[in-house]
């Protein structure tokens, strides 16, 4: 079982920054992936990047290349998202998910997820 709590989720205007944070808890950390999705209202759990076990590996949405970068920290059990050049369409609750069996950004192959962060910003 992990265990998994998102944090840092707060508004902000366009073109600012954030660093959303997920703690997890339970399974050794490093040996599983992780990602991170995002639900707009009205709308289906987005893809937004992952990263494998060791933080050698990591993937994006073509929406958020080289705005956002994802890490992790296994000595801290954390895995983050620094959000830069943030847009209104950006909007959305942000979710970590862990352990992915098969492709990493299919929301369906994630086990565990956290409960979200509400990301809002504002034109």
């Known amino acids: 079982q992990v265990q998994l709590v998102e944090s840092g989720g707060r508004l902000v205007q366009a073109g600012g920054s954030l660093r959303l944070s997920c703690a997890a808890s339970?399974?050794?950390?490093?040996?599983?992936?992780l990602g991170w999705f995002r639900q707009a209202p009205g709308k289906g759990r987005e893809w937004v990047a992952a990263?494998?076990?060791?933080?050698?590996?990591?993937y994006y949405a073509d929406s958020v290349k080289g705005r956002f970068t994802i890490s992790r920290d296994n000595a801290k059990n954390t895995v983050y998202l620094q959000m830069n050049s943030l847009k209104p369409e950006d909007t959305a609750v942000y979710y970590c998910?862990?352990?992915?069996?098969?492709?990493?950004?299919?929301?369906?192959?994630?086990?565990?997820w956290g409960q979200g962060t509400q990301v809002t910003v504002s034109s």
């Open positions: 998910a862990a352990e992915p069996r098969g492709a990493y950004y299919y929301v369906d192959n994630y086990g565990y």
């Open positions: 990263i494998n076990w060791s933080g050698g590996e990591t």
């Open positions: 339970g399974r050794s950390f490093s040996t599983y992936c």
